[in-house]
């Protein structure tokens, strides 16, 4: 399972997300991976799962299936998060 956010830098909502990601690790002793949606892979894997608001949440289990997909804000529970997780 992997759990991955993906955002701009220097956006309105960048100091939430980046809050987010630390309570997130803080609450769950997890981590979500940080990916810029503007790298060549990122990019792909935006494509892929049409990825269309920023910032979006992607949980994906270990042979690529999506378990979860949030799009946009306001950010999801952190506890929804951490259970797609745990189920992958």
Not at 8 to 30: H, L, P, S, W
Request: charged share 30%.
């Amino acid at each position: 399972m992997k759990a991955r956010i993906f955002y701009r830098k220097r956006q309105d909502y960048t100091r939430t997300v980046e809050m987010y990601i630390a309570d997130f690790y803080k609450n769950t002793g997890r981590e979500i991976e940080v990916c810029s949606p503007d790298g060549r892979e990122n990019a792909n894997i935006v494509d892929l799962y049409d990825l269309n608001r920023l910032p979006a949440i992607l949980v994906t289990s270990s042979d690529g299936r999506v378990l979860y997909r949030h799009l946009g804000m306001p950010l999801p529970l952190m506890r929804d998060i951490a259970l797609w997780m745990e189920r992958g």
